[in-house]
Each structure stands twice: as structure tokens, then as C-alpha cells.
């Protein structure tokens, strides 16, 4: 693990479930499972710079 990783933990409290998203010494806690997901997958590709398309294969022409 580098300090760019992104991470996501479930941790049981006594109040319930708690999801962890962690990027190096910072963590950011959600109640919420589908939430804590969708915020990690934009810092993971926000960090990695990757494109994000919502059009499969959006560099291709249509038709090809």
C-alpha cells in the first residue's frame, strides 16, 4: 500500500456499522455503505487521473 491508495473498511461500533474510506493518514467515516463506495471510486479516480466516461467505448467511432 502507498500513500495514493485508497481504502474501504467496514467497522462495527457499538451504534451500528461504520464504513472507513482512508487515503494515507486521513480517514473519512460514513454511515452508509453505497455512499462511502461511490465517494472512494471518485477519490481513486480522481487520484489516478483516469478519465471518467459515462459512454462505454466513447473513444471509438459509432458503428466501428
Same mark, same amino acid.
Given at each position: 500500500?502507498?500513500?495514493?491508495d485508497?481504502?474501504?473498511?467496514?467497522?462495527n461500533?457499538p451504534d451500528?456499522?461504520?464504513?472507513c474510506? %482512508? =487515503?494515507g493518514k486521513?480517514? @473519512?467515516?460514513f454511515?452508509?455503505e453505497?455512499?462511502?463506495r461511490?465517494f472512494?471510486?471518485?477519490?481513486?479516480? %480522481? =487520484?489516478?487521473r483516469e478519465? @471518467?466516461?459515462?459512454v462505454?467505448?466513447?473513444?471509438k467511432e459509432?458503428?466501428s
Open positions: 500500500m502507498n500513500e495514493q485508497v481504502l474501504l473498511e467496514r467497522t461500533q451500528g456499522v461504520r464504513w474510506v %482512508r =487515503l486521513r480517514t @473519512l467515516v454511515d452508509d453505497s455512499a462511502a461511490a472512494a471510486a471518485q477519490l481513486h479516480m %480522481r =487520484l489516478n478519465p @471518467l466516461s459515462l462505454p467505448n466513447a473513444d459509432p458503428g
